[in-house]
């Protein structure tokens, strides 16, 4: 009976091709694995480097705060206008 279904539809003949068909199949399955792999380490990558910056500019603000000395005190420690 396989064989009466196997000639009928020629798949002995599309074994090759049916072979290298699952080949670019898994061919393009690794392709997209290892391109969201690097999507994700680009995405990793931005989020770390956005963080320094942040880190980055709150040192600075913060040793511009620190830097600022008062130009003259009154009676009571306020500064001058």
């Known amino acids: ?8 539809h020629n798949l002995t003949s599309n074994t090759p091709q049916l072979a290298q068909m699952r080949a670019e199949l898994l061919s393009i ?10 999507s994700a380490d680009r995405e ?3 989020y770390l480097l956005d963080a320094h ?3 980055a500019r709150a ?14 005190g009154g009676k009571d ?3 001058a206008a």
């Open 1 to 8: 009976m396989w064989e009466s279904i196997l000639n009928k």
């Open 59 to 72: 040192s600075l603000v913060g040793k511009q705060v620190l830097n600022i000395s008062p130009q003259g």
């Open 44 to 46: 990793a990558y931005r």
């Open 29 to 38: 399955g690794e392709k997209e694995r290892i391109l969201r792999e690097r």
């Open 53 to 55: 910056r942040l880190i």
């Open 77 to 79: 420690g306020q500064l």
